[in-house]
């Protein structure tokens, strides 16, 4: 394939994709509102995710230079990590609408489901809740894995949420994607209202002015808990786990950072002793 990357920036991404292959699927403004635009496409024997930050002129909350830094962006997080749950990355590809990411095409269903059917029992997200609690737990902790892999390279995650995560319900594979806003040292909240979704999200991440630092991705990471385990409360009688693991869920999630485990990695610990 390396001889097709020749002057591929002089050419449109679905251009390039559709010389080289077939596009079997796009990931567009029908489907999601970031001004990013995805291919899944066949070359050969294999199949690829291709993610791309758009047309120049598509409307979106970031303008297209600030859509192309968050794709390098994403690219220094899976070059410096290499961990199961994250697609595998090949490499980048300039075009004409900027850089085009490579990743292997990874099998599942999106957890993520639109407000109006999460109860729906046929929906992704309310099938994966109503699996067994050893078998959602062993999803949890593939997050948390590899999220403390991460935290030890300095990253803070950022929009991270169920919107992030692929599950292949017939292997209970695990994927976690769209790592693009993860921020690598702590910093300080300059937007307000920080992208992502409410319901995994710190109180610091709404704060102008606030610290985000690893205390936010624990308060991230036992939100996965209380909605993974529970209906997103911490009502103890709609929580299928024990209660050492709603007990260490409350404490990921305290209001205030300095009530919370101060590290990933402190809860990473108290996870394991929690569910054992």
Request: aromatic share 12%; proline share 5%.
């Amino acid at each position: 394939m390396d001889a097709r990357f020749q002057n591929s920036r002089r050419f449109f991404p679905a251009d390039i994709l559709a010389e080289w292959g077939e596009i079997f699927a796009v990931f567009d403004e029908h489907s999601q509102d970031s001004g990013n635009v995805s291919y899944g496409v066949q070359i050969e024997e294999r199949r690829y995710f291709v993610k791309t930050a758009g047309a120049p002129d598509a409307t979106a909350f970031l303008d297209h230079p600030a859509r192309c830094e968050l794709l390098h962006n994403a690219v220094r997080v899976a070059e410096s990590c290499d961990h199961p749950a994250l697609p595998r990355f090949h490499r980048v590809i300039e075009s004409a609408h900027g850089p085009m990411l490579v990743y292997d095409w990874v099998d599942g269903e999106l957890l993520r489901v639109p407000g109006a059917r999460r109860d729906d029992p046929a929906s992704s997200h309310r099938r994966f809740r109503a699996l067994p609690v050893p078998e959602v737990v062993a999803v949890l902790d593939t997050i948390f894995d590899l999220h403390v892999a991460l935290a030890r390279l300095g990253w803070i995650a950022c929009d991270f949420y169920d919107g992030s995560l692929i599950y292949d319900f017939s292997t209970h594979r695990l994927h976690v994607m769209d790592l693009d806003l993860y921020h690598r040292g702590p910093f300080v909240n300059e937007m307000g209202r920080m992208f992502g979704s409410s319901r995994f999200m710190a109180p610091e991440e709404f704060v102008l002015g606030a610290a985000i630092d690893e205390r936010t991705t624990v308060y991230t990471l036992g939100r996965c808990i209380l909605n993974f385990l529970g209906d997103g409360t911490d009502d103890e009688t709609r929580f299928r786990g024990n209660a050492d693991l709603l007990a260490l869920a409350r404490r990921a999630c305290a209001e205030k950072p300095d009530e919370r485990y101060q590290t990933v990695e402190a809860f990473w610990d108290g996870w394991w002793e929690a569910h054992g």
